[in-house]
């Protein structure tokens, strides 16, 4: 398995800087989640790495490991009716955005996972393609961002039995989109997306 490269001394050797990442992005239900992370320059972890190529079990274990030895850490979201009203790209940045406003610290320099973002601020920033494989401060980001967000939707859970998010998390699994089919949708889904559809896949 690779493992999350610690290559941050190309900008902590100057800046302050934070890992950003979401969760939820490609779901049918749910608010979507974003986390983000200041590490100390010189941190290291062998174990970190991109939440989905983590167990739930070992990303719940690293879920207070970087609580702890973050030097500044915050996760926020942005609701299903947000996300209907202003579209997931846009919220999903948004997050990301209530996320870096909640740092007890405030960063210099962004480093977000994928290939685009919407300006934070006049903060500079780089987008990395599959960087919680690469950087440790993503990686905690998506960590951080996958697991509240999977604890949110175990909370909604309970009250939704036949929509199996306590498995699926909100995600367009065969279950999922059977029962859309079935039942219609919930408060928690998200109206704009095609989750109706017959001709979609069942994934």
Known sequence: MEQAVSLLANFQGVFIEAGCDEAGRGCLAGPVFAAAVIFPKDYYNPVLNDSKKLSEKKRMLLRPIIEQEALAFAVASVS???????????????????????????PEYL?????????????????????????????????????????????????????????????????????VLNLGITPHHRKTFRIKDPQLPLF
């Open 80 to 106: 299903a009716e947000e996300i209907d009203r202003i579209n997931i790209h846009k919220a999903s940045y948004l997050a990301m955005h209530k996320a870096l406003d909640l740092l007890s610290i405030s």
């Open 111 to 179: 480093i977000i996972d994928g290939n685009k973002f919407i300006p934070y601020q006049t903060k500079p920033y780089s987008c990395i393609v599959k960087g919680d494989g690469k950087y440790l401060s993503i990686a905690a980001a998506s960590i951080l961002a996958k697991t509240y967000r999977d604890d949110y939707m175990h909370g909604i859970a309970k009250d939704y039995p036949d929509y199996d998010w306590f498995n699926n998390k909100g995600y367009p699994t065969i279950k999922h989109r059977q029962a």
